[in-house]
């Protein structure tokens, strides 16, 4: 395993910012790191890249310990902090080419023209860092964090402030770096999950809720809605009879939401149901859940 986490705990003075977390992330593997702001994402992250020690447990990138061989560990790890530190004096080539030497690469000059054109920085090479867009310096972010070829990157919101063209382009090279790297993402964008992830892991309030393969994590986690509109009244407890159903919700005026296990489509049940109780249905449609609400399920306070 390039990423293995053990127990990890971080206090922040009295408050717990991770609690005993655990997991771990293969070579060739995309992972996403979800949670909502405040869950622990961003402590988690820079604990892996040595920025911040843990207060217990332990991490191993690439077989190195992340307090033990730190300098190891540094070498192998390409980061893109949530906040993105640029030097906006610097021209966009110049600071890669001062990447380059703080990574002692060889024809420095070569890698820089590539990692250039592979995040699509052309256009705006020769200009100063601080006169970019916000989509701009994410893409000098991102040439910085590949540019030594790590074997595992960290991507702390990586797509953001990108418009709707970048972020199809970073997404394509983000789903290119994670076929021979280890990739782990955070990001509150949900279709980004389910177009470039094989795996998530969500955390709530510093504890892991769900460690599960992207494809899977549905159908485990989640219901298909059907929502019906009878022409008649109809009890409650009549429409729980129906074989499939596993909760019903009143939403008035004879309309009602009938929740059934995803993959399972109890239409036809609702409609052979109807006609046993001499009912007439005036509009029927199925909608699956999605990452989204999955995502919500798995991280709303029930208190």
């Known amino acids: 395993m390039s990423v293995v986490v053990s127990n990890v705990s971080k206090w922040y003075g009295s408050q717990k910012a991770l609690d005993e977390v655990s997991f771990?992330?293969?070579?060739?593997?995309?992972?996403?790191?979800?949670?909502?702001?405040?869950?622990?994402?961003?402590t988690m992250m820079k604990i892996i890249t040595t920025f911040i020690a843990?207060?217990?447990?332990?991490?191993?990138v690439c077989d190195f310990d992340i307090i033990g061989a730190s300098l190891e560990v540094r070498k192998r790890v390409g980061y893109l902090p949530e906040h993105n530190p640029l030097y906006v004096d610097m021209y966009v080539r110049e600071y890669l080419q001062f990447i380059a030497g703080l990574h002692r690469i060889k024809n420095s000059e070569g890698r820089v023209k590539e990692?250039?054109?592979?995040?699509?920085l052309e256009p705006e090479q020769h200009k100063k860092i601080g006169a970019l867009s916000r989509g701009y310096r994410q893409r000098v972010g991102l040439a910085q964090a590949i540019i030594h070829d790590p074997e595992v990157l960290i991507l702390d919101e990586p797509t953001s402030g990108l418009d709707p063209n970048q972020l199809i382009e970073i997404r394509a090279l983000i789903r290119q770096l994670g076929k021979e790297k280890t990739v782990m993402l955070s990001t509150h964008i949900m279709q980004e999950v389910e177009a470039i992830c094989d795996k998530v892991i969500i955390i709530k309030q510093g504890k892991i809720v769900a460690n599960e393969k992207a494809s899977g994590l549905r159908s485990q986690q989640s219901a298909a809605l059907v929502r019906v509109e009878f022409r008649e009244p109809v009890q409650s407890v009549l429409l729980q009879q129906i074989n499939g159903v596993l909760n019903v919700a009143d939403q008035g005026a004879n309309r009602w939401v009938l929740t059934s296990r995803e993959g399972e489509d109890i239409r036809q049940a609702i409609f052979q149901f109807a006609v046993e109780h001499q009912l007439t249905v005036l509009t029927i449609s199925r909608e699956e859940r999605d990452m989204e609400q999955v995502f919500r399920e798995l991280t709303q306070n029930k208190d």
């Open 54 to 60: 843990p207060t217990s447990g332990s991490v191993k």
């Open 24 to 42: 771990q992330i293969g070579k060739g593997e995309v992972l996403a790191f979800l949670g909502p702001n405040g869950a622990g994402k961003s």
């Open 115 to 120: 990692m250039i054109a592979l995040t699509g």
